[in-house]
């Protein structure tokens, strides 16, 4: 079965820094997909970023970026300049293609002024 | 507006009573799923359902059931039989199930607490 890991129960990041975020995952799958949710306390699950397991290039969404190395199943969120509206739980999420999501644990992030 | 609604936003369960969650989507998907989510867990899948009138068992079926009648609808009922049903609830929906990639978007959740 899959498994996500985050290993980081919480972190906090001053404002304007950057902060990464990190995860790994188990599968014996060639061809996936990769997700990072953002749930802020309003606890509406928000996609952040997904990278696909066949592109070599990491996906960017403005101030979000990843570092896919998928020899050592590793997929970590980079946020860049970070600001007060980035604290939220982050969730990093594995789907094989056409497949259920799995979850892991969540990463709490603090943006602190 | 598209999008999914989830109530009531809070439910307050006695033990030994059934209660039944709803979730509503006006997107046209023909996936649904329910998750349980639980502090320091993440979220667990509980049903899912590729298409009306049909479902299947996720993660943590046992003590929950569900029906999918219309396209647009799939509520959960936490039945007694679920030992510890306290927890935050999330419903999300997605275009098709079998495709190569499909995005989930999720409700606002329901917040269930057993006293």
């Known amino acids: 079965a899959q498994t996500v890991t985050q290993s980081q129960p919480e972190m906090s990041v001053q404002e304007a820094e950057t902060v990464t975020l990190s995860c790994t995952y188990d599968t014996s799958e060639s061809n996936y997909y990769l997700f990072w949710y953002k749930q802020p306390p309003s606890r509406q699950m928000i996609l952040v970023i997904r990278?696909?397991?066949?592109?070599?290039q990491n996906a960017t969404e403005n101030r979000f970026s990843v570092n896919f190395q998928k020899a050592a199943k590793s997929f970590s969120l980079k946020i860049s300049d970070s600001q007060l509206g980035d604290t939220a739980m982050y969730f990093c999420?594995?789907?094989?293609?056409?497949?259920?999501?799995?979850f892991g644990a969540g990463t709490i992030l603090r943006v602190k002024s | 507006d598209g999008g999914i609604t989830q109530s009531p936003k809070y439910l307050f369960r006695k033990e030994g009573q059934n209660v039944t969650l709803s979730c509503e989507q006006n997107l046209n998907h023909d996936a649904m799923y329910w998750y349980r989510q639980d502090p320091g867990q993440g979220l667990r899948l509980i049903y899912y359902?590729?298409?009306?009138?049909?479902?299947q068992k996720g993660d943590i079926a046992e003590g929950y059931s569900v029906s999918r009648e219309k396209k647009e609808s799939f509520p959960l009922t936490v039945t007694s039989a679920q030992k510890n049903p306290t927890a935050f609830y999330l419903c999300?929906?997605?275009?098709?199930?079998?495709?190569?990639?499909?995005?989930?978007?999720f409700g606002p959740g329901t917040r269930l607490t057993v006293l």
């Open positions: 999300a929906s997605s275009i098709k199930h079998r495709s190569t990639y499909n995005e989930q978007f």
């Open positions: 999420a594995f789907m094989e293609y056409g497949n259920k999501l799995v």
């Open positions: 359902s590729q298409i009306v009138n049909d479902f």
């Open positions: 990278q696909e397991a066949y592109k070599q």
